[in-house]
């Protein structure tokens, strides 16, 4: 069974900060989502990986196979970053993180 | 007090998955429809059953979904693949007859939601 690892679990910054998100996991994978969600919203997908980088405006999301981590890295960030960002894997089926519950303070 | 039971509560699933959604009426209510309300929308109404019977359809996508009620109780809805514009609230609702005026009693839904 592949164990999701995500850090940290809650993370407070400041308006503009570079915020950085990790994920580890234990088995080999074929792909791997990052999500966000907001609170009392559904579920949106930021980025499908299987390999290399991946950026959608201020968003940046890393994966290394070899190493079995991906990070996910917001740029200038901004109040309405503020979400819950979860890692999911694909293997034998998907398998989540627990999430990343991210505050950014004006 | 008598409630409207569906599971499961959220799923996320991959396009090209199948999927399946699963509604208990309230005992003894002879109508049951399924609606999909995307977000930021109001309900569209995918099918009504008086009992076992499906009195209308005419909004389901019948290429990948299907919809029954075997024993004119509980109702499964089924999506094979999935697609990613199928990411919505899927909600049960019953009611005692099938009249459009007849009170409707909803579930709590299932929140779906496909990468």
């Known amino acids: 069974k592949n164990e999701v690892e995500q850090s940290p679990q809650n993370l407070t910054a400041q308006e503009g900060e570079f915020i950085t998100i990790n994920c580890s996991y234990s088995v080999g994978i074929s792909a791997l989502h990052w999500l966000q969600q907001h609170p009392g919203g559904g579920i949106v997908s930021l980025f499908m990986?299987?390999?290399g980088k991946k950026k959608h405006g201020r968003l940046i999301a890393t994966i290394n196979i070899q190493e079995k981590h991906s990070s996910l890295h917001i740029t200038a960030s901004h109040p309405r970053d503020s979400a819950v960002y979860i890692c999911a894997v694909r293997a034998d089926g998907l398998t989540f993180g627990k999430g990343t519950h991210l505050i950014i303070q004006p | 007090e008598a409630e409207v039971a569906q599971s499961p509560r959220y799923k996320i699933t991959e396009k090209s998955q199948a999927v399946a959604f699963w509604c208990d009426p309230i005992?003894?209510?002879?109508?049951l429809y399924w609606y999909r309300q995307i977000l930021g929308q109001g309900p569209e109404l995918l099918v009504q059953f008086q009992d076992e019977s499906v009195v209308d359809d005419s909004q389901l996508p019948k290429d990948r979904f299907s919809a029954e009620r075997l024993k004119g109780v509980d109702s499964t809805l089924k999506i094979q693949p999935a697609e990613l514009g199928d990411s919505a609230m899927y909600l049960c609702?019953?009611?005692?007859?099938?009249?459009?005026?007849?009170?409707?009693?909803f579930g709590p839904g299932t929140r779906l939601t496909v990468l």
């Open positions: 990986l299987s390999s």
């Open positions: 005992s003894g209510h002879a109508t």
């Open positions: 609702a019953s009611s005692t007859t099938g009249v459009r005026t007849d009170t409707q009693y």
